[in-house]
């Protein structure tokens, strides 16, 4: 059996949760302060791939970085990169594609925090970055893991929007659930099933760690 | 010495109500606010911490303008050095009372002498969930003091304390903000619980 899909998946998922916690998290508290018509488009945006079909998002993405014309083929001209068909593509697509699983959980969580919290912090003389930093962010671990879990998990079962920028070329955009697919098409069920009770395994260990883990964090009273 | 004159809209059940306030407060003088709910009395602590803004008016402490809103400055909460015990306490449940006072100050000797202050030496490892009401409220006492602030905003600081640790708490305090020499304002719903300690009063209607 071929494990390269299953660990180029791995690979895409941990870049995509390790970049989305960098931009979404911050991203997430900078939409979690105070609403304007302008954050209401930009929640619109972000939360798109959530409704939109991967294929249509896809589609605009395989346009938008085409190297033969507009964005794709200054970056190709300009920087030599190429997201159409690469894996860098792939990690661009999921990034987008999984975004709204880091915003949410984490804006709604900072959402329901007391102002209070970060009030007195102020009062401490802390910055907002500060604040941020040792008050806000460790009191929403719960959903910060929950958000990086459904990040992991999402980009995992990724199908449309990676097959669409991505296309199907082994050990560089072939990943799990398009192997899953290509199986299926050439009759290899038994490949079908290996690939799937992979993902099926990972995934529900994932889910599993985040309810343990949110079942028992904070029991005990010293610090 | 703090000196301000205020305008700020309140929102109300019973619809728009502007809060009006011009007063100072000298250097040093221990000052209660009560009035009935929904006054303002929080708002008024809240707009000299700089944590909400009136719409007119301006603050200036020891010379240095605070707040002006017809010249359009506003000094950050964060550099205004004010110490804050908020109603609800607003703790950082992440956090043990040792590490709550080692959040706002560097400064060992102070943060055992706080400790001892509030009776909570012994559960400096402990998180607010695990303390009680009255442990919570001292803590958040502690916390407001532990930046040696020049003004110190305390809304409802003694409502969940017995009347023997209110004492005591209130004797150590005495000292301590002598020794800071900071200003401090205090809202209360039970203004007797402060006689003999306060040198002036503010009441809101």
Known sequence: ?223 | MIRLTIEKKLKAYHGQQVLRIDKQFATGSITKIYGPSGSGKTTFLKVIAGLTNPEKGIIIADGITWFDAAAKVNLPTQKRNVGFVFQQYALFPNMTVRQHLEYATADEPWIKRLLLLGKLDNLETHKPEYLSGGQQQRLAILRALATRPKLLLMDEPFSALDPKMKTELVAGLKIILQELGSTTLIVSHNPQELDGWVNEEMVFE
């Not at chain 1, 870049?15 to 998290?25: C, Q």
């Not at chain 1, 970056?75 to 190429?82: A, I, P, R």
């Not at chain 1, 009770?197 to 529900?204: A, E, K, P, V």
């Open chain 1, 1 to 223: 059996m071929d494990l390269s899909p299953i660990w180029l998946t791995l690979k895409l998922a941990g870049i995509t949760t390790v970049l989305l916690l960098v931009i979404g998290v911050p991203f997430a508290w900078w939409l979690s302060r105070g609403r304007s018509f302008f954050k209401i488009i930009v929640e619109a945006v972000i939360t798109m791939p959530l409704v939109l079909p991967p294929s249509v998002l896809g589609f605009y993405l395989l346009l938008a970085f085409s190297p033969r014309h507009g964005l794709g083929k200054w970056l190709h001209d300009s920087f030599n990169v190429q997201f159409v068909f690469s894996f860098q593509g792939l990690v661009l697509a999921s990034v987008i594609y999984s975004m709204p699983f880091m915003v949410g959980p984490v804006k709604s969580a900072l959402q329901q925090l007391p102002a209070a919290l970060a009030e007195a912090s102020y009062t401490l003389g802390k910055t907002q970055w500060q604040t941020f930093k040792s008050v806000l962010l460790p009191n929403i671990k719960p959903s910060l893991l929950t958000a990086v879990v459904l990040t992991f998990a999402h980009t995992l079962g990724e199908f449309g929007v990676v097959l669409m920028i991505g296309g199907n070329i082994p050990g560089v955009t072939r990943v799990a659930s398009i192997a899953v697919y290509d199986s299926v098409e050439k009759m290899d069920y038994t490949a079908a099933n290996n690939y799937s009770l992979i993902l099926f395994s990972i995934t529900f260990v994932l889910v599993i760690a985040v309810f343990v883990f949110n079942k028992y964090q904070a029991k005990s009273p010293l610090g």
